[in-house]
């Protein structure tokens, strides 16, 4: 028989049942923290990465070198995928960020009816 050790400190029978579900969760969730994954599609030069480097307030992906309209047009689609954490408040966020340079870059948008 396996036996549970219980720290009697940290156990407050208040919060035992249902009516202490929420306090409970909020704590766990507290402790393991969330995890996220963000993926952000489109042409070169659109702005993805100064988009995600504004919402954050942090430079999260630096910049990159500008390509010219034929290196565009050359280019294959690029998934870049970064992996950050935060901790605001005492709670833990796992952001990870999946860029994909090129995405839409070689569609025609003069299509005859």
């Given at each position: 028989?396996?036996?549970?050790?219980?720290d009697h400190d940290m156990l407050n029978t208040s919060e035992l049942g249902f009516t202490g579900l929420p306090n409970q969760?909020?704590?766990?969730?507290?402790?393991?923290g969330f995890k996220y994954t963000i993926l952000i599609l489109g042409e070169r030069g659109l702005g993805k990465r100064s988009f995600i480097n504004s919402i954050y307030s942090k430079p999260i992906y630096p910049d990159t070198k500008k390509m010219s309209l034929s290196e565009r047009c050359d280019a294959k689609i690029n998934i870049?995928?970064?992996?950050?954490?935060?901790i605001e408040k005492s709670m833990k966020l796992n952001l990870s960020i999946v860029v994909a340079d090129g995405f839409g870059d070689s569609l025609d948008e003069?299509?005859?009816d």
């Amino acid at each position: 028989m396996k036996s549970t050790t219980v720290d009697h400190d940290m156990l407050n029978t208040s919060e035992l049942g249902f009516t202490g579900l929420p306090n409970q969760i909020h704590r766990k969730v507290t402790k393991k923290g969330f995890k996220y994954t963000i993926l952000i599609l489109g042409e070169r030069g659109l702005g993805k990465r100064s988009f995600i480097n504004s919402i954050y307030s942090k430079p999260i992906y630096p910049d990159t070198k500008k390509m010219s309209l034929s290196e565009r047009c050359d280019a294959k689609i690029n998934i870049v995928s970064k992996s950050v954490d935060f901790i605001e408040k005492s709670m833990k966020l796992n952001l990870s960020i999946v860029v994909a340079d090129g995405f839409g870059d070689s569609l025609d948008e003069n299509i005859d009816d």
